[in-house]
């Protein structure tokens, strides 16, 4: 199993800012994804990140309010822009590595927005 | 549209006995479900899986059951121990889309001592 560290483990941020999650591998992923839980709720997937390329977004996500970068096989970033008080939410970095069946989660990022 | 359900919010179980977390799925193109077992202010951890292939996937204590025709799936804890207390969530995903997972709502697991 592959070991992530995220950073920050949590924030308290004020409206109308931005902040900026770093995920970090210890081996090389095949995929990594970004999900979101906001409180009381299910997982839901924001994005993949896609290596040297763009990220894909699922429906109800877009990179203007959540760009998103992965530059190499370890690492990630997950911007939460221009943030509202509904943005308050626990941020997760997910990771696929073939040939495993499932996919890993870092320890997630505790957003507050006030 | 939730593709995954777990219509039980909440379980609570005394030690020594048998947790039965449930799991329904809506979409028949799922072929293969995840169960996660989730601690305050960690991330998810992976306990048990099963492709639609199976009917029932064993694990130590922990056994996950798959009926496809109900589109239900179920886990099974025996014995249940306090340190299974947990939130517990169903996922599920199909084809090659690895790591791409629809999660249920979970289940927060309770054993008593």
């Known amino acids: 199993s592959a070991v992530i560290s995220q950073k920050p483990s949590r924030d308290i941020c004020q409206r109308g800012t931005s902040l900026t999650i770093q995920c970090q591998v210890d081996?090389?992923?095949?995929?990594m994804f970004w999900y979101r839980q906001q409180p009381g709720q299910s997982l839901t997937l924001i994005a993949t990140a896609n290596q040297g390329s763009e990220a894909t977004y699922e429906s109800g996500f877009v990179i203007d309010k959540f760009p998103i970068s992965r530059p190499n096989l370890t690492f990630s970033t997950l911007t939460v822009s221009n943030m509202s008080p509904e943005d308050s939410s626990i941020y997760l970095c997910?990771?696929?590595?073939?040939?495993?069946?499932?996919?890993?989660f870092g320890q997630g990022t505790r957003l507050t927005v006030v | 549209d939730q593709q995954v359900k777990q219509n039980s919010p909440s379980l609570s179980v005394q030690e020594g006995r048998i947790s039965i977390l449930n799991c329904d799925y809506t979409?028949?193109?799922?072929?293969?479900f995840l169960w996660y077992k989730k601690y305050p202010a960690e991330g998810p951890t992976f306990l048990i899986s099963i492709s639609s292939i199976k009917d029932k996937n064993e694990d130590g204590r922990f056994t996950v059951f798959l009926n496809k025709s109900a589109k239900h799936l179920s886990l099974h804890i025996v014995p249940s121990q306090p340190g299974d207390s947990a939130v517990y969530f169903c996922a599920a995903n199909y084809g090659t889309s690895y790591g791409k997972l629809t999660f249920g709502q979970g289940t927060i697991l309770t054993v008593h001592p």
């Open positions: 997910s990771v696929y590595a073939f040939p495993n069946t499932e996919a890993f």
């Open positions: 081996s090389q992923v095949t995929m």
């Open positions: 979409n028949s193109m799922f072929d293969y």
